[in-house]
């Protein structure tokens, strides 16, 4: 599929415009068809191929023809006009978290900066801040973003590697001499960011595996192949690399360069104060080979519970093996419903019907659809009048339902002074309320934290969305005292939700293990804006399996009649 590769040239083309200053409609017109692009789950080449661009949201006859192009060419004639003079450093620079096309324009014109390295000194210089509208904090700022791209140019999202990643290791277990194969390292331990994609395999022809691997479709370039292993880059420029060793010691491979690498020190040094040795062909005594092909071969060697790799850091796991303590996991099939949805009754795509079909398929019992409210009239937040409509609406169709029920929803907007955008008399209406920040991202930590404790307070909000704000790679988590926030929920009896959007992931593994500690309950839910969105709920399971979360800790594994007595 080329939908990422192709929304990428158009998000980089809308850049371009509006650093040279096109009129907005153009800039965001690409912008709006990358968005369509990335949230379309079926092969833009297939879409094309049946003459349905026109058919997509934001998909006029212009940018159809412009996505021919690239699907026939590889290439966008109109990009690469608009992009000649500008050097590809200076290109990247407009990725920068934080400043924006518009900001690098007055920069470069005023300055003649096309370096990452000459913008970091002319901010630590004090140049750029005699720009107008710069300023020193505008620096800083700057500064934080072109860590977080170089941070972000080494990883990429789990959201984005594991569909990648999943598509090749299918092809991969359909080679003839391939017996079993599995994703490794730090995707399989659902990391929130991945670097390189691990896939492992044991066949009876090493050889003939590593052939067919470089030879797959979604091959681009070959950067080696040996008799063991090979490393390819593939679409989207995301290079995968295929371990394969002997059926007889897969087990211990598997176990070995998932890692993570703090987690299998500690394991060799238990199992060689037992006499034993640990590495990636097998458990020995000495040269007796005593486990390997099994992966729970290698903890059952030294005394251990086999352990779920998204708990492998070295955060207490094998302690509470060894004592035998380890935490049931909470899997995607306990999920009964998503607790954070929008509709087209403001920014989402699919209507209340479309949400409720695409739940049914999903097999959950209930969806809270949480549209905007009023004051974010940029995500066309709905007043009380139009909260009143789409409650009927609702009303209307669970009538029809079976087995599924909509939930009247709100994501609530925390105004800027600490306030709640609707009264408490509305609030008392809804089904779930789930309370979030969208301004003041910049405010001082106190001020931030109580605007968010402040919600808590009131009866009638059920959870905190997204509590930290942070855009993985994008944008830091505003100055906000989490732990605070954590205590303020066990009192109020807030949950605080795991937002499954990849780009989120908030709240992240490690603050949700401390919400457990501190008795806090958690809700999943995908903020989507379009049906394919709800498939993501499964980041937001991993999140929770790295955060030690049961079942028990999770909200939406409850029955509907259990969810609604927490209110």
Known sequence: MKNSEIADVFDQLADVLEFKGEMVFKVNSYRKAARTLRDTSEDIAVVAAENR????????KSTAEKIQEYLKTGKIKKYEEERKGLSDELISMLQIPGMGPKSLALIHSRLKIDTFAALEDAIHSGRLAELPGMGEKKGENILKGIQL???ASKRIPLGVALPIAEQVLDEVRKFKSVRRAELAGSLR??????GDIDILASASDHKKAIEAFAALPQVKRVLAAG???????VQGNQQIDLRVVDEECFGAALQYFTGSKEHNIKLRDIAKGLGLKINEYGVFRGDKKVGGKEEKEIYEAIGLQWMPPEIREDRGEIEAAKEGSLPALV????????LHVHSNFSDGRATLEQLAEQAEALGYKYIAVTDHSQSLKIARGLTPERVEQKGKEIQKINSKLKSLKLLLGTELDILGDGGLDYPDKLLEKFDWVVASIHSGFKQPREKITRRITSAMENPFVDCIAHPTGRLIGQRSPYEVDVEELLAVAAKTGTAIEINANYD??????????RAKELGVKLAIGTDAHHLDHMNMIRLGVAVARRGWLEATDILNTLP???LRQKR
Not at 53 to 60: E, R
Not at 331 to 338: C, L
Not at 504 to 513: E, G, V, Y
């Open 149 to 151: 791209l170089r941070e």
């Open 189 to 194: 331990r659902m990391r929130e960011t991945i």
């Open 53 to 60: 661009l026109a058919n997509l949201p934001g998909i006029g």
């Open 331 to 338: 899997t995607s099939k306990q999920i009964k419903g998503d």
């Open 227 to 233: 008799t063991t292993k090979a490393s390819v880059i």
């Open 504 to 513: 989120r992931l908030d709240l992240d593994d490690i603050w949700c293990k």
């Open 560 to 562: 509907l009649k259990k």
